[in-house]
């Protein structure tokens, strides 16, 4: 992740989107901060109704069936969390959102947004500038957040941009200023049999004892140059603010003037905050420092998640937790 501090973040919103501009909105182009209030009127792709599809995203979010970094954007993320969400509802799998999902949705009453107010601790970090280059991330003692921003976008599963605009001009600066931030899952999903990667749906999913998907996470899953090890594995354990043993042998992209190294934790490591090992070796589920990137971009074979995602599977697994990896 990138430093970004409040007043950058609002500069994030360089493409407009006119739910944000009208003065006094029309019932289906609440402005974001009203997402609470914002009901599914047929669509969710249009910019008209950025603020349902907000609220779509924490329902989801919440349901265990995430979009990963909550954007208010339409993408592939968004609609594979509803076809997911779909199937686990037994209603059909079209990836769009209908009124029988969204009554679904709506079954957790609870509100899409609450008010959070910055602490001192909040304020205060420490952040530092995270360098590029893997040397350089070994010689740090800790690799946490960069900026409030960023502290509070994977506090609340958000992405920064999204956080600015629900708050235009919050001074992230002064303890005690007030924010809407997505009232997001933060209790544990239920202990899982057995753990599903599915290389084409870019996802992770936890499924109990009868074979049901109780919960679906996006997911980045290899490469052409390392790609997924489809087949039966087990987990092996699961480790908290784990050091990055990085070994530039591993990786075919490394710098060749690297060297191995031992990578400080924090949610900038390079696996995140946590690895959920895998019993093939080198290989495991882990979290990552660029959320904005799951589910879009490739891997070096392991399966990467958001931070907050990896922890939940990791809440849910444990030794001998039987993993299918497949195509």
């Known amino acids: 992740m990138k430093p970004i501090l409040h007043a950058a973040l609002l500069l994030a919103l360089s493409t407009p989107i006119s739910a944000f501009a009208q003065d006094a909105p029309a019932p289906d182009a ?3 901060n009203r997402a609470n209030e914002a009901e599914f009127t047929g669509d969710l792709k249009g910019d008209a109704n950025a603020a349902a599809r907000l609220r779509a995203q924490v329902l989801l979010d ?7 970094e909550i954007d208010a954007r339409w993408g592939s993320n968004t609609e594979r969390a509803i076809a997911a969400f779909q199937r686990s509802r037994n209603l ?5 959102m209908d009124e029988a999902t969204w009554r679904a949705l709506r079954a957790d009453a609870s509100p899409a947004l609450v008010e959070y107010r910055l602490t001192a601790q909040d304020v205060a970090g420490p952040y530092a500038t995270i360098p590029d280059d893997m040397m350089a991330k070994a010689a740090l003692p800790q690799l946490g957040f960069t900026s409030v921003a960023e502290s509070l976008g994977e506090r609340f599963h958000a992405s920064p941009a999204l956080l ?3 708050n235009p001009g919050a001074d992230l600066t002064r303890e ?5 931030v997505p009232n997001v899952q933060s209790a544990a999903p239920a202990k899982a049999a057995s753990v599903v990667v599915d290389k084409s749906d870019a996802s992770v999913m936890l ?5 049901r998907v109780y919960a679906r996470f996006p997911a980045s899953t290899g490469s052409e140059h390392d790609p997924l090890p489809i087949g039966r594995w087990t987990i092996k354990g699961v480790a908290r603010d784990p050091h990055f043993q990085y070994n530039p042998k591993l990786f075919w992209d490394a710098d060749p003037g ?5 990578i400080a934790p924090g949610p900038n490591n390079p696996v995140g905050v946590v690895w959920v090992d895998l019993s ?11 959320p904005r990137k799951i589910g879009k971009t490739e891997s070096h074979g392991c399966i990467r998640l958001t931070n907050w995602d990896a922890t939940a599977v990791a809440a849910a697994v444990g030794p001998g937790t039987p993993a299918l990896l497949q195509e």
Do not use: V
């Open 30 to 32: 609440l402005p974001l």
């Open 280 to 290: 093939k070796d080198h290989y495991g589920i882990h979290g990552t420092p660029e």
């Open 207 to 211: 499924r109990d004892d009868q074979q």
């Open 164 to 166: 600015a605009a629900l």
């Open 258 to 262: 690297h060297a191995k190294a031992k």
């Open 62 to 68: 919440r349901a265990y069936f995430g979009t990963g």
């Open 92 to 96: 059909e799998a079209t990836g769009t």
């Open 176 to 180: 005690g200023t007030t924010l809407w």
